[in-house]
């Protein structure tokens, strides 16, 4: 996340003098932002910037679809409901048939929906409690550099000491295991293993174990597919549900529309959010396997799930799964970003960096202390808008909307690029 401090001019007072000191992207970027098209942003001042954060995920298909935008003003101006809980809509209707049709039934994944609330820390909440409520076990296993969300049964299952040390109570239930390559040349399935077969290790038959497959706010780090695949038979074997959180990585993030599917497992259960709302409306799904699906009726519930507006910009973003097309483009871009990402990377070998991630979600490492908010906060002077990750903040982070093209990128990186020389020359 950018916590760069910059000086900032009479247009931020309002938010200085007003708004609480728990702000942080006002901070990095202290501008004030108008409209948004595509892949760029422009502010009050007409400046334009290329966004390669994409509301931290949650605009993969760029910022006012314009079809998104007709049909949803058109429901408007018809007095369609925008509020209704878990009641029976027509947009809910269509988007629950629609997801079915395009995204489970050519996966052959059997999972029940499941609107959990608004965000994606919702999802994961409820994915908890039904791993716990259908194994009667109450201990969940994590790995290192995860983030899951900010509410207390999330933050147990996170990571990072600061967000944790937020929460102001013990975080309970929970243990932290090793994730892929977290320590080099480490067998960390046959470390995890180890403790559940040790009936000295203090580690509980959990259940659930709960990943991310590429970890986003942890530094970019992507899992190989061979340690998926252990993870996914160790669950099976073990009888522990997986739970995959790919409320960043997925909806086509890394290329397919799950992250995982790859790797050819089937999770138990699947946390969506962020970009599932089509246009960064509030959306969250829990998807459960059916065998699991042992909900009392409102066991789990929340006023914000019935976000009409958001079913319908969902349902047209799943229009963009009817076929492997825009799937191939953004392996195709992938590429185009990667290959920009090594050019960096040789081009200021004192960086003394490295590529992380996969798709359009990558990043750079940088071993020199100290420089990713600097760089990010000349980028930003100069018209990229891009944030920082990892547990030190030492990763540049690249989440462009999907719909970006490959002009776009290359002028993103062109701008880096200056930025890195910028800041390294000062």
């Not at 001019?9 to 200085?16: G, I, L, S, W, Y």
């Not at 959990?116 to 969940?140: C, F, H, M, Q, Y």
């Not at 799930?305 to 799937?327: C, K, M, P, Q, V």
Request: hydrophobic residues 35%; aromatic residues 8%; proline residues 4%.
């Amino acid at each position: 996340m950018v916590t760069t401090t910059v000086i900032e001019d009479d247009k931020m007072k309002t938010f200085e003098e007003l708004e609480s000191t728990v702000r942080s992207y006002s901070r990095g970027w202290p501008t004030v932002f108008e409209k948004a098209k595509g892949y760029k942003i422009w502010d009050t001042d007409g400046k334009e910037y290329i966004d390669f954060f994409a509301g931290a995920g949650a605009l993969n298909y760029g910022h006012n679809d314009e079809t998104m935008q007709e049909k949803m003003i058109a429901y408007i101006r018809d007095n369609g409901i925008i509020h209704s809980l878990d009641m029976g809509t027509t947009p809910r209707k269509e988007f629950l048939e629609r997801f079915k049709d395009i995204i489970l039934t050519p996966r052959n994944l059997d999972y029940k929906v499941m609107f959990p609330g608004p965000t994606g820390t919702n999802s994961v909440e409820s994915a908890l409690k039904i791993a716990r409520k259908v194994t009667g076990r109450d201990t969940v296993i994590s790995f290192t550099n995860a983030f899951h969300g900010m509410t207390i049964g999330s933050l147990s299952v996170t990571a990072n000491s600061f967000k944790r040390h937020g929460a102001g109570v013990p975080l309970h239930h929970s243990v932290s295991m090793p994730f892929d390559d977290y320590v080099e040349d480490q067998d960390t399935i046959a470390y995890l293993e180890r403790f559940l077969e040790d009936r000295g290790s203090g580690v509980a038959l959990p259940a659930a174990i709960i990943l991310e497959t590429v970890q986003g706010e942890g530094g970019i780090n992507a899992a190989s597919m061979e340690w998926l695949k252990k993870v996914d038979d160790l669950c099976k074997r073990w009888d522990i549900l997986l739970i995959v959180d790919d409320v960043q990585a997925g909806c086509g993030r890394t290329g397919t529309f799950f992250s995982f599917e790859p790797a050819g497992i089937d999770p138990d259960i699947v946390c969506l959010s962020k970009s599932i709302g089509g246009v960064g409306l509030p959306m969250a799904l829990t998807l459960i396997k059916s065998e699991y699906d042992q909900w009392g009726p409102g066991e789990h519930n929340g006023t914000f799930r019935g976000n009409n507006l958001a079913f319908i910009a969902a349902t047209e973003a799943l229009t963009n799964w009817e076929t492997d097309h825009f799937s191939k483009s953004i392996q195709e871009k992938a590429d185009v970003l990667r290959k920009g990402v090594q050019a960096i990377i040789s081009k200021y070998p004192e960086l003394d960096a490295h590529q992380r991630g996969r798709g359009l979600m990558q990043g750079i490492a940088i071993g020199k202390d100290d420089l990713t908010d600097d760089i990010c906060a000349e980028a930003f002077q100069r018209g990229l808008i891009v944030e920082t990750s990892g547990p030190n903040d030492e990763v540049i982070k690249f989440l462009p909307p999907l719909i970006i093209d490959k002009e776009g990128i290359e002028k993103g990186l062109g701008i880096l690029d200056d930025s890195i020389g910028a800041t390294l020359s000062k």
